[in-house]
């Protein structure tokens, strides 16, 4: 299930969860859990949270940012590690000369 998905359905459910009783908070959270995967705790604080869909669509972007971005020096450093015999990053990294 995508995150955007996810949002949507959180979106759905968080005004039937504020206009419910505690009876029927529990159902929505028990279903949406299971629908999610999410633990209780969690899927509590965001129904209580303010998610803006903005923040959800950079969710995407986590992550550590591409240092090479020429697909030149990708290439040499790929044809490196094949002359090299596929090792690990911490091995190649000796391998090279900086």
Do not use: H
Not at 22 to 30: A, E
Not at 44 to 70: A, H, M, Q, T, W
């Amino acid at each position: 299930m995508s995150t955007m998905t996810k949002y949507e359905l959180l979106q759905a459910l968080r005004a039937r969860y504020f206009s419910s009783s505690r009876r029927n908070k529990k159902r929505i959270l028990d279903e949406f859990c299971s629908i999610c995967g999410y633990n209780r705790k969690y899927a509590i604080r965001l129904f209580n949270s303010d998610v803006s869909p903005r923040s959800v669509e950079n969710l995407s972007r986590r992550g550590r940012k591409k240092i090479y971005d020429d697909p030149l020096i990708m290439e040499v450093l790929r044809d490196i590690w094949v002359a090299t015999n596929l090792p690990c990053s911490k091995r190649l990294k000796e391998i090279l000369p900086l």
